[in-house]
């Protein structure tokens, strides 16, 4: 029952800025993770959250309230660690049960709320071993259990999967999904795995060199990346190279046409292996290729095309296809998307070329 | 990185002021008891006074090595010392190889033996080591049971203040050569026996670089711990030559002679300079490297 | 000791690694090197212990024998009937304990600045306490001796209680360092995290964690203050005589032999406990800690 309220959010470490100019709004019950490569700032605006970095400038909000001058153990948040950071002295009773502690409640109670986060996260009965006898797996359970039984407004989690291997990883993930939905609460996934983000958040914010690059659904953050970081950065892309000149866009010796006039001369293209479309033979607007290398990934298949004068390009060919490396292709693009330096794409989306047949596209 | 963080500086440097009280109280104890004192012995042992006023001179030096006993005192603590050495390598490398490699019972059984001196303080041993040594104590005792009756104890000669030293040198330097050894994977070594390297080349190209540094803690500890000794001298050598220590303690507090005790010890300090810097430098840059993993 | 066999790497090493090749000649090769180093440590080790043991419940023993010809507890009574003695035997334990405990004082937050907290020159802050190991030490005695000389600190108990405390800085500093340092931040982070005052994290939290650390370099210190002779000896004669202190002069001039033996004894009672805990402080690390390595 919260939001939280970041307010131009600044940190930095003598000169290096870890977080620069921060600002997004978690809404109740929302589920927000924030995606970006390692050493971009996640973490650190996370603990700033959390209250173990003191923000260089900024606010930080929950319900409208700023909490920045409160001290970690103060804040209505709880946080689950990377690394697993169960308290090895403890069992898992008093590791769950320590903040409960701290807050005199009466015994039964602790006892009650325990047992009931033990079985939120599937560990009923485990009250009694330490740590050192749990897997790792089992061991970051029970520290989401931990953070979970003191109730907190926002749930804070820094890369909480990270650590276990990727069976475990998909497995926690969804019990995870299942927790936040049921108990409807507040929380902040920080990842740098992007299919993590995709699947879990309500929304996802990516961040690049301590800067929200976007804030948006996971959908539309894959169907229109506001930025060319964003566009390399979440799924496959295939980035090309070229020059505008008028109502079109030359890319080595093949062009693309744009809706309308480009100012910059140097621009990028993005598209989406899915957005090449292949098509049943030769045509003035499909370019010729050869296949590269096929890789086959049980319901479809992987294939890298060489186009003359561009990089390597990446495609899904249905399974129904029967194409051999180094066979002849002609494909389409179908939609992409052009970034001039900075700003915002200009999305081009078309029609396959009349007296022209996909194949099975 | 610290000096450019203004907006948050005063905190921080408030901070920096309390770290530097709480370590302060060990270190100023330090200066005051180590480096106070062995600055000033070296100062007044190189001023006279002249007419009242201080002035430099090296009288006292050439008055020690004038003295035929001071001489030959330093002389056979540098004997000592360097015998000592020498044959606590000898015992210890083969040990420390053993302890290393071996595996079962019988290794553990010769580990426990060997580090057993850890737990014998020096004054007990100086005294164990008077009866196991002495006349008619249990080694002569054993001798002559087995029909031998020409023992000639070690006890009072430069023998038995080296068996005592060594005695007491044994654990450390197997417990610190061992660790080094260990530090070596058996893979490194089965890769240059792969490539047709013998034993003596392994131990000498691929086991000594190595554990250079574990080897120069040893040697530079030993040395400073023999060269500085005093108990297993005093009770287990002869009245004369003496080890310095000895001698130091004997003008010290027999002959009341502060000042001769001080030249004697700065001549110490000036003999052991190099290796106390080398066993510093060794441990600091091993710290180093530990800390960088 | 016989140096033939131990001083030649080599033939204990072959066998090593060599495996299955001439795996049984190896074998009864390196089981040869470690019986024979078993047979001789024993005998050189065990030894000087077995002849002490025997005299302090020997009531007379005559040359040759292998054990006493009388045994008996009469000596045990007249011990600790001695003035001296029972003067000397609880103020060291008091000595100890009270050095060791302004030790702890003085060395923890220290510890714990030097592994928690952001200053400059903290690395070489705290190698510099290295700076304890690296003079010879009864040098090192002589001239703090000679400065407490002039401040009257010959024969007090401060005296000798500013000697002791300077040999237990590097292991009071070092050990409980390292211990904080392996504790990681976030289980103090995560603590903070469910409410806890930073007083209690340190508590319940910090505090449990480093206990096992801090409990040996507490043991370690007291029973190295405990046996610690030199200093005392230098500093504190004639007024103050701590134990072992003692045990000089019974070793030098008691014709009585059983007096040394059963004082021996009953010292060795601290080391016993060091030797009980032996596998633990092993494994930590901690019985060489205070030499730097
Ligand atoms: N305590 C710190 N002191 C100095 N620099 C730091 C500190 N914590 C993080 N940084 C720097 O801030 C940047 C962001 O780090 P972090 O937030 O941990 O990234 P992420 O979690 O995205 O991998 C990195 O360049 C890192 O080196
Ligand atoms: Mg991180």
Same mark, same amino acid.
């Given at each position: 029952?919260a ?25 109740d ?70 903040g ?9 109670e ?47 989690l820094?890369?909480p999967f ?17 927790i936040?939905?049921?108990?409807? !609460?507040? &929380? ?9 983000? @995709?699947?879990? +958040? #309500?929304? %996802?914010?990516? *961040? /690049? ?5 976007? !804030?948006? &659904? ?9 930025? @060319?970081?964003? +566009? #390399?950065? %979440?799924?496959? *892309? /295939? ?7 008028g ?18 001369r ?25 296949v ?7 319901h ?31 494909v ?21 070329p ?5 194949l099975?596209? | ?78 004997q ?28 553990g ?26 006349t ?12 031998f ?42 890769s ?10 392994i ?91 | ?96 304990a ?13 510890s ?18 290295l ?14 001796a ?15 209680i ?72 230098v ?36 080391s ?16 060489t ?5």
């Amino acid at each position: 029952m919260a939001i939280l309220d970041l307010v131009r959010l600044d940190k930095h470490f003598g000169s290096v800025a870890a977080v620069s100019d921060v600002a997004f709004t978690v809404s109740d019950g929302e589920f927000m993770c924030i995606l970006g490569p390692s050493g971009c700032g996640k973490s650190t605006l996370l603990r700033m959250i959390a209250g173990f970095e003191t923000p260089t400038g900024g606010d930080i909000r929950i319900d409208g309230d700023s909490i920045v001058a409160l001290g970690a153990n103060r804040r209505p948040t709880a946080m689950v660690f990377q690394k697993y950071t169960l308290w090895p002295h403890m069992k898992v009773f008093d590791n769950i049960g320590f903040g409960l502690q701290l807050r005199r409640l009466p015994r039964a109670e602790i006892k009650r709320k325990v047992e009931e986060s033990l079985a939120l996260v599937s560990l009923s009965g485990y009250e009694e071993r330490y740590p050192a006898q749990l897997s790792g797996g089992q061991q970051q359970r029970v520290a989401l259990a931990r953070a979970l039984v003191l109730e907190p407004k926002i749930l804070l989690l820094d890369e909480p999967f990270s650590s276990l291997d990727a069976i475990l990883r998909v497995r926690l993930r969804e019990e995870l999904h299942r927790i936040q939905r049921r108990l409807n !609460i507040t &929380a902040i996934f920080v990842t740098h795995d992007q299919e993590e983000a @995709l699947t879990l +958040a #309500d929304r %996802i914010a990516v *961040m /690049n060199s301590g800067r929200i690059e976007q !804030i948006a &659904a996971p959908a539309d953050i894959y169907a229109n990346p506001a930025s @060319l970081f964003v +566009a #390399d950065f %979440i799924g496959a *892309m /295939n980035l090309l190279e070229g020059e505008a000149s008028g109502r079109q866009v030359r890319l080595g010796a093949v062009a693309l046409p744009t809706p309308d006039g480009i100012a910059a001369r140097q621009v990028t293209v993005a598209i989406r292996p899915e957005d090449l479309v292949v098509l049943d033979g030769p045509h003035p607007e499909a370019w010729s290729c050869a296949v590269e290398q096929i890789s086959d990934l049980g319901h479809y298949r992987r294939a890298v095309l060489e186009v003359p004068q561009l990089p390597p390009m990446k495609i899904y060919l249905p399974k129904s296809l029967s194409v051999q490396e180094r066979a002849a292709l002609h494909v389409y693009p179908r939609r992409y998307l052009i970034y001039e330096n900075g700003g915002a794409p200009r999305e081009v989306s078309r029609p396959l070329p009349a007296a022209a047949a996909a194949l099975l596209g | 990185m610290t000096a450019a963080a203004p907006p948050q500086s005063s905190p921080s440097w408030r901070k920096g002021i309390i770290a530097y009280l709480m370590v302060a109280p060990p270190l100023l104890l330090m200066i005051l008891l180590i480096f106070i004192p062995a600055l000033q012995s070296t100062a007044r042992t190189l001023t006279i006074d002249v007419n009242g006023e201080p002035g430099f001179s090296i009288s006292r030096y050439t008055a020690f090595f004038q003295d035929p006993i001071s001489v030959s005192n330093l002389f056979f603590t540098f004997q000592v010392t360097l015998i000592t050495l020498a044959a606590i390598f000898i015992l210890c490398f083969p040990l420390a190889i053993y302890l290393r490699f071996a595996t079962g019972k019988l290794a553990g059984a010769v580990q426990v033996l060997a580090l057993f001196p850890l737990f014998v303080p020096g004054i007990i041993l100086a005294y164990a080591l008077i009866r196991f040594l002495g006349t008619r104590g249990t080694l002569d005792n054993v001798l002559s049971i087995v029909g031998f009756t020409g023992y000639r104890t070690p006890y009072l000669k430069p023998d038995a203040i080296i068996f005592g030293l060594v005695w007491e040198s044994i654990p450390f330097t197997v417990l610190v050569l061992t660790a080094g050894l260990r530090q070596i994977s058996d893979s490194l070594i089965e890769s240059a026996r792969d490539v047709g390297a013998n034993s003596w080349q392994i131990f000498w190209r691929i086991i000594l670089p190595q554990i250079a540094r574990p080897v120069l803690i040893v040697f530079s500890l030993n040395f400073l711990g023999i060269f500085g000794s005093y108990t297993i001298p005093y009770l287990l050598g002869p009245a004369a030559p003496q080890m310095m220590g000895v001698f130091m303690q004997q003008t010290f507090g027999q002959y009341r002679r502060p000042d001769d005790a001080e030249t004697q010890a700065v001549i110490t300090f000036i003999i052991c300079a190099f290796i106390g810097f080398l066993y510093v430098r060794t441990v600091a840059t091993q710290r180093k490297r530990e800390e960088s993993e | 000791m016989s140096a033939q066999q131990l001083a030649v790497p080599p033939p204990p090493i072959d066998g090593f690694w060599s495996g299955t090749r001439r795996s049984f000649q190896t074998m009864i090769r390196r089981n040869g090197f470690g019986l024979i180093a078993l047979v001789l440590l024993a005998l050189v080790i065990l030894g000087p212990l077995y002849s002490v043991v025997l005299w302090a419940f020997a009531e007379r023993w005559q040359y040759p024998s292998l054990i006493p010809q009388v045994f008996g507890l009469s000596f045990w009574e007249r011990t600790f009937a001695r003035a001296d003695i029972a003067e000397a035997l609880p103020f060291s334990i008091v000595l100890a304990a009270t050095v060791t405990l302004i030790s702890a004082v003085i060395c923890l937050p220290a510890s714990y600045a030097f592994a928690r907290m952001k200053f400059r020159g903290r690395q070489l802050l705290l190698l510099s306490f290295l700076a304890t190991n690296a003079f010879p030490r009864f040098g090192l005695y002589i001239s703090i001796a000679v400065i407490f000389f002039r401040l009257n600190l010959i024969g007090t108990l401060p005296g000798v209680i500013l000697i002791q405390l300077v040999n237990t800085l590097l292991l009071m500093i070092w050990i409980p360092t390292a211990a904080f340092q392996g504790v990681d931040r976030s289980l103090e982070e995560a603590a903070l995290d469910v409410g806890a005052s930073p007083l209690r994290v340190f508590v319940q939290i910090t505090l449990p964690m480093v206990m096992p650390a801090l409990s040996a370099a507490l043991l370690l210190t007291f029973v190295n203050t405990f046996y610690e002779a030199q200093g005392a000896l230098v500093v504190g004669l004639p007024r103050i005589v701590t134990m072992p202190v003692l045990m000089y002069s019974l070793i030098n001039s008691q014709l009585i032999v059983q007096y040394g033996a059963i004082v021996s004894l009953v010292l060795w009672a601290p080391s016993l406990i060091l030797l009980i805990l032996a596998q633990r402080l092993l494994r930590g690390g901690y019985l060489t800690a205070g030499f730097g390595v």
